[in-house]
């Protein structure tokens, strides 16, 4: 009872295992799409869906092809296994055409012939074959043995060939038969044998014939053919010297079979050996990589380079100069302030003049850009690709070219949401602030004060000169009233102007930082949306690729 628990535990133990590469290397095909190069995921998919179809069917029968050139004995070495002639044998080349299958012991293999594409006319069960008295026990060590005699691979008969690669593709395990004359012949060494040598675990060859060949040179011709095979990569795989005609060495390949059948396991291994060498395969087209650190950090040195390209600097410069200007302007000694107003701006030479609304200081800023749009656009383009490409540095160039197509896919959008952004994000450099708006206040005052004493003082002077009586004016601290006004007035009127300009480049400074801040942000919110995220999900694609093929290899 444990024996058979711990058997149950086995199978099933194995079988899990070869589920989940199957799924692994199918989740990675799917997610590879796109990526990868289409006929190669095409292949690795029809290896998952034949290793999924042969895993829904019986796994109690074990697949065997017999294949070979035309006249090297497959359907006489099919006959003589069965010990029944159930396939044609014959003098015309060649002989078979369709696949036989014959099947022994336990029932069940039809959804597994009907997958293989065998017709029920070309299928034997051998059970039913037989009397009772003819099954020996050595019969009963091949039950789930399902044997197929192929076409030849080698003659003009193009079916022939498709019917060969059809089912050598689908067989559990395959037996070559190779014949003395032709078994070096280039067409079963260069089509089946070298590129199946993967497969060597599920091979078996045999020289048939071996009668027709005199005793004292039989052991170089096997030498012979060992060597051809080690040169294919099959060097450990069972050579057998057969005669489908004497029976000789019959009885070996027999037992040979007998141990593979009651295995059970070469489905599994076929399986496994397919699927990993279809992974090998991905592997090699979608490396080992580890999937980029794309973090923080790397999203914020994107982000960062967006806005610079898209000449964030640029407006903040113009936000700080006109806010400076503006707040200059305003608290500035009103009599420089004008003469000042006379000489040549130079931020109209920014199209940057003073707008009485954000909104057109901020579009004369964008506009003042000193490159038109599509150098701006060309510019966060190139930083995109730039910092895409450090991103994929490590990738095989399929996945490096998808992440730089993620990274730029949205670029249109991304200028035209940029360019939004700038618009329409509060720069908080609309007004002239409150305490400047006081000074100038002050300012006229005092300069009122100083014109004031000036033509008090003028008057004073013409009234002396035409001796006309005026009341002296009062005096403040020995100093006479309009003097003290008017160079009270000035000088106060200057050190306010110059205390303020201090002040007026500290608010113009801040006020900047904050435009920046505002402009990131904004910033940061559509590249965050245009760019980041289709570069995340194209790595994220490839870590599930990664594991996909991770599962794969088991
Ligand atoms: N002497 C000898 N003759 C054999 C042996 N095996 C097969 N033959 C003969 O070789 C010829 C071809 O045998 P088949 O079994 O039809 O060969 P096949 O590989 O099925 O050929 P196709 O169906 O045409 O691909 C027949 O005349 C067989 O009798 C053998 O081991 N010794
Ligand atoms: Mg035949």
Known sequence: MSGLLEGARRIFGRSSDIDVRVSGLADAVTAARGRLADEQLDRAQEVVDRAQARLRLSADHTVVALAGATGSGKSSTFNALAELDLAAVGVRRPTTSWATACVWGTLGASDLLEWLGIPIRHQS????????????????????????????????????????????????????????????????????????????????????????????????????????????????????????????????????LAGRVRGKAATRTRIGTDIATATDDLVAASGTAAVPEFGRTERDRLIDAVADAAGVPIVVDAVRTAAGRRARRATGW?????????????????????????????????????????????????????????????????????????????????????????????????????????????????????????????????????????????SV??????????????????????????LVRMGARSRAARAERRLRASIAEVTEELVVEPIAAELATYQRVQDGLAAARG
Not at 457 to 474: E, Q
Not at 477 to 502: D, E, K, N, Q, T
Request: proline share 6%; charged share 25%.
């Open 477 to 502: 601290r020995g100093f006479a009233m309009p003097l003290v006004m008017l160079i009270g007035g000035v000088v106060l009127g200057v050190l306010l102007a110059l205390l303020s300009r201090v």
């Open 125 to 256: 069960m051998r059970d039913s074959m037989l009397d009772l008295s003819q099954r020996d026990s050595k019969e009963k060590d091949l039950s789930g043995l399902v044997l197929l005699d192929l076409p030849d691979h080698d003659s003009t008969e193009v079916s022939h060939h498709l019917e060969v690669d059809r089912l050598v593709e689908l067989a559990d395990l395959m037996v070559w038969v190779l014949d003395p004359q032709k078994y070096a012949d280039a067409a079963i060494h260069d089509r089946f044998l070298r590129p199946l040598s993967a497969h060597r675990d599920l091979m078996l060859v045999v020289m048939n014939h071996i009668d027709e060949v005199e005793p004292e040179r039989r052991e170089s011709l096997l030498a012979d053919a060992r060597r051809l095979l080690a040169a294919d990569g099959l060097a450990d795989v069972p050579l057998l010297a057969i005669s489908a005609v004497t029976g000789e060495g019959i009885d070996e390949l027999h037992r040979e």
């Open 334 to 474: 009103p009599v420089t302030s004008w003469l000042a107003g006379l000489r040549p701006d130079p931020l109209k030479r920014l199209h940057l003049e003073l707008a009485p609304d954000q909104r057109d200081l901020v579009t004369a800023a964008r506009s003042s850009l000193p490159e038109p749009d599509g150098i701006h656009l060309a510019r966060v383009d190139g930083r995109v690709r730039e910092l895409a490409d450090s991103v994929s540095g490590e990738l095989t160039r399929p996945w490096a070219s998808a992440v730089r197509r993620a990274s730029i896919s949205n670029i249109d959008r991304l200028n035209d949401r940029i360019d939004r952004a700038i618009t329409e994000t509060d720069l908080g450099a609309g007004r002239v602030p409150l305490w400047c708006r006081i000074v100038r206040l002050l300012q006229w005052v005092l300069l009122l004060a100083a014109v004031a004493g000036a033509i008090w003082l003028g008057a004073l002077a013409v009234s002396d000169h035409l001796t006309i009586a005026m009341p002296d004016p009062p």
